[in-house]
């Protein structure tokens, strides 16, 4: 179950609202946020507790936000020095907060050499418990920049990626997104993104009102469903103009999915062959100039054929559409390491919203 709508982050409980349960839920209902993240973990310990008494502080939050009808996650930083002892606190703080996703924010720490059997350990522990629970992959905003975290062995095992798409020194939101997303979507495996903005100081330098409006017109442009900001309290105390620009804005909880044509490409740049067939009706005919094939086990064996052989690491772009109802006709274009396809030529008729016919006309040249 993916967000929709506008977030906030929550760092420390006691800095918020003086830490007060209702006042953060008035807050964040005043906001129109549908959803609120909250630190429940760090390294291998529980966060956000009292730590004179020991008392828990997110139970109460948790309570007031479902009482407005605003989800809650929880958001765990990770270090790998003991990822089957960090999996055994999010699995621990998930079952017994009665959160409704969790994040993994993994940063510097998985730069090291070595840390991608780490992240193997910890997401294996962590599915073994929460199997079908929705994990989302917070960090950096470019995987160019950071080629030495282990990205893919987070990514297979989460449903959504949250890139800290921090334009820091800059004002250019849009432009940082934009690349953030299409890097991720050259990115093996993609997931779905959820952008996260930032709402802080950085020495003289703080995001302004128009540059989360930007933010945020971006992500719908891209037909993201949400997006989220770090972190609260800068947002209520130091940065409030940039809080209330956020709050004013308009974004339906609900935006309208993307066409079957922009999923079809989304599904390409994943390179998952049971993703493609997805979006194929049980008993659909795709025809190419070389063979036609029926069936969602054909389908998904051709597209695993063309990711492995054909095309291999390619990354896909919608050049333009057409079409209403039960019939699309569109172009896209692909590149790989030494090959490239410029002019795709596609038609599909649809059935119940599904690709029951699709006819590919393509021609692969050498780069």
Known sequence: MTLQGKGFMIWQIARCEGGNADAIANAAQAAGLTHVLIKIADGPYPY???K???RD???????????KGIRVWGWHYVYGANPA???????????????EGYVIDAEVEYKQPGMDAAARRFMSDLRSALPNFPVALSSFRFPSYHPQLPWKDFLDKCDFNMPQVYWQA???AGAQLRRSVREFQALIPYRPVIPTGPVYKAGDWAPTPADVIEFMDTA?????????????YYGRTILKPVWDAIAAYSWPAYPTPPDITEQYITALNSHDANAVASLYSPQAVHITATQTV??????RNWFANFFSQVLPNATFSLTGSSGTGN????????????????NGNDTFGLLNGKIAYHYSYFTITAT
């Open 48 to 50: 956000n507790k009292d």
């Open 52 to 54: 004179t008494t020991g």
């Open 57 to 67: 502080l997110v139970p109460p939050v948790v309570q007031a936000l479902r009482s």
């Open 85 to 99: 002892g960090e999996a055994q606190i999010a699995v621990r703080r998930v079952q017994e907060l009665g959160i």
């Open 170 to 172: 800059a004002h250019n």
């Open 220 to 232: 719908r442009a891209l037909n993201l469903p949400s997006a989220n900001y770090f972190e609260w």
């Open 294 to 299: 029926q069936g969602t086990d054909a389908i």
């Open 327 to 342: 019939s699309r006709h569109f172009t896209w274009e692909a590149r790989s390491s030494n090959s490239a396809v410029r």
